[in-house]
Structure formats: C-alpha cells, structure tokens
C-alpha cells in the first residue's frame, strides 16, 4: 500500500527526489514518515509531516539538506534530498502513523510500511 521510487546512485553533493505512492486507504488523516537504514544500523528517523497542519520535523543531521512534503490530491509523499553525503547511504523507507495521530520520530509509531528504496553515495 506504500510504494516507494526515486532511489539511486548518485555522487556526493547530488540531488535525488524520492516518492511514496499510497493506495488502498486513505492516508490524509495519518501523519508520513521517511526513515534510513544502513547496512549494520538501526532504521532511523529521516523527515515527518503531520496529517493537518503540514508541519514538517526533521533529524538533526538531514536539516536544511531534506525536505519532505505531500501531495494529498496524489496520495503521494516526497523527499528531496540535496547535498548527498556518503553517510546518507542507505536503504530508505516511507511510512504512515496512526489516524489523526501527531509525527513520530520512532518505528513504533508507525502502521504501515513501504519495501525500501535504495540510495546510494559515492564519494
């Protein structure tokens, strides 16, 4: 129901815009979240936009280098991602909270998940 796209290798300081594709359900009333996961690591919060307002949260290490919005018309939600470092190589993953619940920045607050699109850097 979450399908992820836009994943690839790019070289550092690139630009890369990934998509997440929602059907079967509405999604307007959850909040949407991208996270990362890298070979060895945990998955990681990346970027979220609550449900109502659009209000937009990011990890430290990605502000002003990723921005994430939606498309409610689409269904569909974005991440731009500019300025590509090596370290931001990994496999990323969009994902719906629950009904009318705010962003939150841990995998357990989250119902639904795409398979993952992968981003790789080169230095």
């Known amino acids: 129901q979450l399908v992820e796209s836009g994943g690839g290798l790019v070289q550092a300081g690139g630009s890369l815009r990934l998509s997440c594709a929602a059907s079967?359900?509405?999604?307007?009333?959850?909040?949407m979240g991208w996270f990362r996961q890298a070979p060895g690591k945990e998955r990681e919060f990346v970027a979220g936009i609550s449900w109502s307002s659009g209000r937009t949260y990011y990890a430290d290490s990605v502000k002003g280098r990723f921005t994430i919005s939606r498309d409610n018309a689409k269904n569909t939600v974005y991440l731009q991602i500019n300025s590509l470092k090596p370290e931001d190589t990994a496999a990323y993953y969009c994902?719906?909270?629950?009904?009318?619940?705010?962003?939150?920045?841990?995998?357990?607050?989250?119902?639904?998940w795409g398979q993952g699109t992968q981003v790789t850097v080169s230095s």
């Open positions: 079967g359900r509405t999604f307007l009333n959850r909040a």
């Open positions: 994902a719906a909270g629950s009904p009318y619940r705010s962003v939150i920045m841990t995998v357990d607050g989250y119902d639904y």
